[in-house]
């Protein structure tokens, strides 16, 4: 019979958490004279756990010029999706809502792979001016 090791520690993220729904967009430029960019495809969709930036996110938000920002946490979707900050984020969430009663569109700030849970990223999310 195996016992349980007296220093294992529960992991911080798991199934629970990951409550609201994320879409990632890719977008290109308008065909035509018109400036603008028109959205191209959903990238991905998965489940995310939101939480509020810490100071050390903070700061590297701060060289961007940010408005609002957020952090999440998705599973790692391996080779089947990448995140890049050329890529837009929606958070299907009303506490997201903007004055229009649409979804915000968030920028993907940072990428971080979680060194101590590799089933994890984190993204550092933020409205830029």
């Not at 019979?1 to 409550?19: C, D, F, H, V, W």
């Not at 979804?103 to 971080?112: A, L, S, Y």
Request: net charge positive.
């Amino acid at each position: 019979m195996l016992a349980i090791s007296q220093n294992y520690k529960r992991p911080k993220t798991g199934g629970a958490e990951l409550r609201t729904p994320v879409f990632f967009y890719a977008y290109v430029p308008n065909n035509g004279p018109f400036p603008g960019e028109s959205q191209e495809k959903i990238l991905h969709k998965a489940m995310a756990e939101v939480y509020n930036p810490s100071m050390k996110d903070w700061e590297l938000l701060n060289t961007k010029n940010t408005k609002r920002a957020v952090t999440i946490n998705i599973r790692d979707p391996l080779n089947e999706y990448q995140p890049s900050n050329k890529h837009i984020v929606e958070l299907q969430d009303f506490h997201f809502l903007d004055e229009k009663e649409k979804f915000i569109r968030w920028n993907i700030i940072d990428v971080q792979p979680n060194p101590k849970d590799s089933r994890f990223i984190k993204i550092i999310l933020g409205v830029t001016s």
